[in-house]
């Protein structure tokens, strides 16, 4: 499915009437607390440390939350414009 665009479009041509006075959106980057390198002699290494947070790790690994937070969050929500 395509994705319409609402500024190029006639049915859409009243948005600048409909957001009128509407406050402005802004979202700040949300930086973590800390964070810190943790380097593996060996795969064994990584999967104790695995298993102590409880969260799965694998070599290809480049970050995590802890407590565990998924960054999937959004991508379950999508908007469909159907006619």
Avoid at 4 to 32: A, G, L
Avoid at 38 to 56: A, M, V, Y
């Amino acid at each position: 499915m395509k994705q319409i665009n609402i500024f190029d479009n006639e049915q859409f041509d009243n948005y600048k009437q409909e957001w009128q006075d509407m406050p402005e959106f802004v979202q700040e980057k949300k930086e973590p607390y800390s964070k810190i390198i943790i380097r593996f002699k060996c795969e064994k290494d990584l999967e104790e440390f695995s298993k102590l947070i409880g969260q799965k790790l694998t070599k290809k690994t480049k970050s995590i939350w802890f407590p565990f937070k998924s960054h999937w969050n959004n991508i379950k929500k999508y908007w469909i414009y159907e006619k």
